[in-house]
C-alpha cells in the first residue's frame, strides 16, 4: 500500500507497479511472481484512513521532512502498526564531519540547484530541496521526537557519510 498526499506522485507510482507487474494484472511478468499487489491510494499522513494496527512495517523514504506536522504524522504511523510492528524511515541530512560537511553544504546549496533548475527548470524547487533538509532536525533531536511519539527501540544509522539516514522505531 502506497500513501501520497501528491496524485502525480500516485501515478508514478502507478506506472512504476504496473510495470514490475505487482497490480494484479494477469499476464506477462505478474504470472511469473507471488500474488503480491501493490496498490497506491490519496491520504494525509496526519489522517491515514487505516483501522488501527493495520500494518507490520510502514516506511517513508525522503519525505517526512515534507510533512506539515511531523508529531502527529508519527502517531498516525504508531496508530496504525501492529504491536511489534516497525517504522523505517529514510531521510537526507547533513554530513558531520566538518571538511565533509562544508564541501557538501556548498554542492548543494550553490552548486545543485543550479544544475537541478538548469535540468527542470524549476528553481523553487531546487531552493525548497536544500532547505528543508538543513531544516530537518539532527539525528539525535529526531530520534528523540520518535521516541516522545511512543515509538521503542529507536535507532539511526547513518548512511553515505550522513547525506542519508536511516531511522527505526517500534511500535510496543
Request: a positive charge.
Amino acid at each position: 500500500m502506497g500513501v501520497d498526499i501528491s496524485e502525480g506522485m500516485l501515478e508514478v507510482m502507478r506506472r512504476k507497479v504496473e510495470a514490475a507487474g505487482l497490480n494484479g494484472s494477469v499476464g506477462g511478468a505478474a504470472e511469473h511472481r507471488a500474488a503480491a499487489t501493490v496498490r497506491a491510494e490519496q491520504g494525509d499522513c496526519c489522517a491515514l484512513q487505516f483501522p488501527d494496527a493495520s500494518f507490520d512495517t510502514v516506511t517513508a523514504a525522503f519525505g517526512v521532512r515534507n510533512f506539515e506536522n511531523r508529531e502527529k504524522a508519527l502517531q498516525e504511523v504508531l496508530r496504525v502498526l501492529r504491536p511489534g510492528g516497525h517504522f523505517v524511515m529514510l531521510e537526507l541530512g547533513i554530513p558531520r564531519n566538518p571538511i565533509v560537511r562544508a564541501a557538501y553544504k556548498f554542492y548543494f546549496t550553490r552548486i545543485m540547484p543550479l544544475i537541478g533548475a538548469g535540468i527542470s527548470k524549476d528553481k523553487a524547487a531546487y531552493r525548497y530541496l536544500p532547505a528543508s533538509v538543513l531544516d530537518f532536525p539532527k539525528p539525535e533531536d529526531w530520534m528523540a521526537t520518535m521516541q516522545k511519539a511512543g515509538f521503542a527501540e529507536v535507532r539511526h544509522r547513518p548512511l553515505s557519510l550522513g547525506i542519508c539516514n536511516l531511522f527505526t522505531g517500534m511500535r510496543e
